[in-house]
């Protein structure tokens, strides 16, 4: 596992991405995995342990009506718990889990060994459903395992950068959009800076200069979030 989190944590340092977890069944292992790594405060915002339904309403955000509908163990809380997580700590990575670890509290429709996992990425949520065997440690532990080497393969996946910092010209500089709004003004740096391409739907942000940012910067929403 320690060499599956290291992999993952260069991969987000390479983006300068952070990381925030949001976990139920698995109870905060998740956060602890990230946090066994030195030098993982680098990547690893934050995590929540909202075990119960009242905890991922109100530190998540995820609305009770969603739980009364679906159940707490259900792709729809999964993907807002992935969501609310990245949202609340301003962050644009989020990976959930919610599930019946056992021994006790499964269903026919859901049995002991049902863990959904969901994963906010700059923008993307996607969720899976798991079904683990064993005994309750194992479940969770297969979760933990589950959460992180999909969320690695879904980072990798992404490919490089579209922007590269250490671009000659432009990686030491820094700009500044202004919003819609009058008087809102969000200095960014060049990472920021891709992701407002990406939000304007500019093919890459590579070689872009400062009037390219202006002209993105007037098409982004002042709530936006950039990362």
Request: hydrophobic share 45%.
């Amino acid at each position: 596992l320690s060499a599956l989190v290291t992999t993952l944590g260069q991969q987000l340092q390479q983006r300068r991405w952070m990381l925030a977890s949001a976990e139920s069944c698995t109870g905060g292992l998740i956060a602890a995995a990230c946090t066994d790594i030195a030098g993982s405060s680098r990547w690893f915002e934050r995590g929540f342990v909202t075990y119960s339904n009242a905890a991922k309403t109100q530190l998540l955000g995820v609305p009770a009506e969603l739980i009364a509908t679906h159940g707490a163990v259900s792709e729809p809380v999964v993907r807002a718990m992935a969501h609310g997580a990245a949202l609340h700590a301003q962050v644009p990575i989020g990976v959930a889990s919610t599930g019946i670890a056992g021994p006790d509290g499964g269903s026919p429709d859901k049995p002991v060994g049902t863990v959904w996992l969901g994963w906010w990425v700059d923008g993307v949520v996607r969720s899976q459903c798991f079904h683990f065997d064993g005994p309750r440690s194992s479940v969770r532990a297969q979760a933990v395992y589950q959460a992180l080497w999909q969320l690695e393969k879904i980072i990798a996946a992404q490919g490089a950068c579209a922007f590269d910092p250490e671009h000659p010209q432009l990686g030491s500089l820094q700009f500044e959009v202004y919003a819609p709004v009058a008087g809102v003004v969000t200095a960014i740096d060049n990472l920021q800076m891709a992701r407002i391409a990406r939000l304007a739907g500019a093919p890459t942000a590579q070689g872009a200069g400062v009037d390219l940012l202006c002209k993105l910067g007037a098409s982004v929403a002042p709530d936006t979030a950039l990362y």
